[in-house]
């Protein structure tokens, strides 16, 4: 008897604990089925991030440009000149001089301070004009020649676009270096560097992000001064102004070094 009621105190035990654990587990399953569910509903973080670099890949960048710039253009003279010439230090009245007009291609390298306002030194393969004697001063013919070359030191100032067009304007100063004298009736001729003025103003026609086409119009106020002697020994001085309008077209396009815009 004892041994049935042990047993049976045991068993009764057993079933309490059973029935207690099945409850608990079928608490847990409804548990993690709502956790699963709701799992199942929200994306995992890594998920997310998987969906958004995919989107990021399939997104194009923005294309970023170099604050540097280059233009390469073809370039024409046209000389406003006049001298005034004096021999053994008397002014030649009535005597004066033009120089001829040339052509060269040029050669700039610009940085962009901001999206509005840029800085450039342009230069070019170095110009030969001859200058001739007028008026009083004709007998004399071609009085010299001189290589030089000009650099340009400006800065600009781009309005917005007009569709792929940009207008600018800017100024600076010009530096004539002379490279070579070459005599012609006026004997040992030299010609010393200068300083000058510059205006400028243009447009630009912007075929993608990295080339520009450009028109270019600058107006110089430089002046040189030169001495030498005539073939008679008679010394002679002159100043010749030069004033040249320069008109330039071109290509500009990006330099691939330097913070972007």
Do not use: C
């Amino acid at each position: 008897m004892r041994a049935f009621i042990t047993t049976a105190s045991f068993l009764s035990v057993l079933i309490t604990i059973v029935a207690t654990q099945t409850a608990r587990a079928q608490t847990g399953g409804s548990t993690s089925s709502q956790d699963q569910k709701s799992v199942a509903g929200k994306p995992s973080s890594d998920e997310a991030a998987t969906d958004s670099d995919s989107n990021a890949q399939l997104l194009p960048l923005p294309f970023k440009q170099s604050r540097w710039f280059s233009r390469v253009g073809y370039l024409v003279a046209a000389y406003h000149s006049s001298t005034a010439i004096a021999t053994n230090g008397q002014p030649l009245a009535g005597g004066t001089a033009e120089a001829s007009n040339n052509m060269s291609v040029t050669f700039e390298l610009g940085y962009e301070v901001t999206k509005n306002i840029s800085v450039s030194v342009m230069s070019g393969i170095p110009v030969k004009p001859h200058v001739t004697g007028e008026g009083a001063a004709a007998p004399l013919g071609i009085l010299g020649k001189v290589r030089y070359g000009p650099t340009i030191f400006s800065g600009q100032y781009h309005f917005p676009k007009i569709g792929k067009f940009r207008p600018y304007v800017g100024g600076g100063a010009a530096y004539a270096i002379i490279l070579k004298n070459i005599d012609g009736s006026v004997k040992d001729l030299k010609v010393h560097n200068n300083w000058g003025s510059v205006i400028q103003g243009g447009a630009e026609y912007e075929v993608n992000s990295k080339y520009t086409f450009f028109v270019d119009f600058k107006e110089v106020w430089l002046a040189v001064n030169a001495d030498g002697v005539l073939s008679d020994g008679t010394g002679v001085k002159a100043r010749v102004k030069l004033n040249p309008s320069l008109v330039t077209v071109g290509i500009k396009f990006r330099l691939p070094f330097g913070r972007s815009l």
